[in-house]
């Protein structure tokens, strides 16, 4: 199991708690698949902050992949307490 799938677990057990997680550009197409399990918790992520191109998206974890046109993108990803 790779360590962001156990770090995802734990803020599943931590509803009352808020997340801020980052990691390379390379690895946002598999954290979007991984948070999934979060499932209807709430997230924003942002994406290419500061940059010309800026977006930012609010959504359920579940729904979040398929909101996003890219594979590999500077990012953070914020998850809501409950």
């Known amino acids: 199991k ?10 599943e057990k931590t509803p009352n708690e808020t997340f801020l997680l980052m990691d390379t550009p390379y690895r946002l197409k598999q954290t979007l698949d991984e948070v999934k399990a979060l499932g209807k918790r709430e997230v924003l ?3 290419n902050l500061t940059a010309d191109d800026e977006i930012i998206i609010e959504a359920q974890a579940n729904q979040l992949e398929s909101l996003v046109k890219t594979d590999k993108a500077e990012f953070i990803l914020l998850i809501y307490k409950k």
């Open 2 to 11: 790779s360590a962001r799938m156990n770090t995802l677990k734990q803020i």
């Open 45 to 47: 992520l942002g994406l």
